[in-house]
T-cell receptor, first 112, second 112 residues
Framework: AQSVTQPDIHITVSEGASLELRCNYSYGATPYLFWYVQSPGQGLQLLLKYFSGDTLVQGIKGFEAEFKRSQSSFNLRKPSVHWSDAAEYFCAVGVGNNDMRFGAGTRLTVKP | DAGVIQSPRHEVTEMGQEVTLRCKPISGHNSLFWYRQTMMRGLELLIY????????DSGMPEDRFSAKMPNASFSTLKIQPSEPRDSAVYFCASSLEGNTIYFGEGSWLTVV
């Protein structure tokens, strides 16, 4: 069955430090892969997506993610975190619209 | 561009009352989704429409929940009668089939 796992429930980093949020998926073929961010009291905003092609994907707000087929991973990275990046981050995997699964989310706290 | 528009943003109602949540998808999108988000269960897909037709409602919790999409620009999610365990954030989302899902800002429902 198709699934997506975010191993880290909560991560704390210092402002200015680098960030990597992990995402692993289980699917027979290469799915579409997404990262969304949810700020408190807000909806989910798309950060970036991977459908095919270059495995390093650039997104908004300085985020990037790398698709690694051999590891079934799609980790989100940012070289220098800002206090405004504190939010919940969701990895999602899907093939077509009717079978999209979200991870449980990783809550990011940014220390001053 | 206007995103997915949901109303009401917040609703507090008494147990047993009918609740109607409304959604206007992004113009031109032909797929619409209703999700529910809770701390315990994360983000769950309730129902999915394609070209106004319900395709998959296997996520609808029980008969108290119903969803309609009378036209391409409007959908409702109704809970009747409501119960405290229905308290959650309900997200509507839309997409152009085969592409990225865009979320509304959610309807925060509290049933007391």
């Amino acid at each position: 069955a198709q699934s997506v796992t975010q191993p880290d429930i909560h991560i704390t980093v210092s402002e200015g430090a680098s960030l990597e949020l992990r995402c692993n998926y289980s699917y027979g073929a290469t799915p579409y892969l997404f990262w969304y961010v949810q700020s408190p009291g807000q909806g989910l905003q798309l950060l970036l997506k991977y459908f095919s092609g270059d495995t390093l994907v650039q997104g908004i707000k300085g985020f990037e993610a790398e698709f690694k087929r051999s590891q079934s991973s799609f980790n989100l990275r940012k070289p220098s975190v800002h206090w405004s990046d504190a939010a919940e981050y969701f990895c999602a995997v899907g093939v077509g619209n009717n079978d999209m699964r979200f991870g449980a989310g990783t809550r990011l706290t940014v220390k001053p | 561009d206007a995103g997915v528009i949901q109303s009401p943003r917040h609703e507090v109602t008494e147990m047993g009352q009918e609740v109607t949540l409304r959604c206007k998808p992004i113009s031109g999108h032909n797929s619409l989704f209703w999700y529910r988000q809770t701390m315990m269960r994360g983000l769950e897909l309730l129902i999915y429409f394609n070209n106004n037709v319900p395709i998959d409602d296997s996520g609808m919790p029980e008969d108290r929940f119903s969803a309609k999409m009378p036209n391409a620009s409007f959908s409702t999610l109704k809970i009747q009668p409501s119960e405290p365990r229905d308290s959650a954030v309900y997200f509507c989302a839309s997409s152009l089939e085969g592409n990225t899902i865009y979320f509304g800002e959610g309807s925060w429902l509290t049933v007391v």
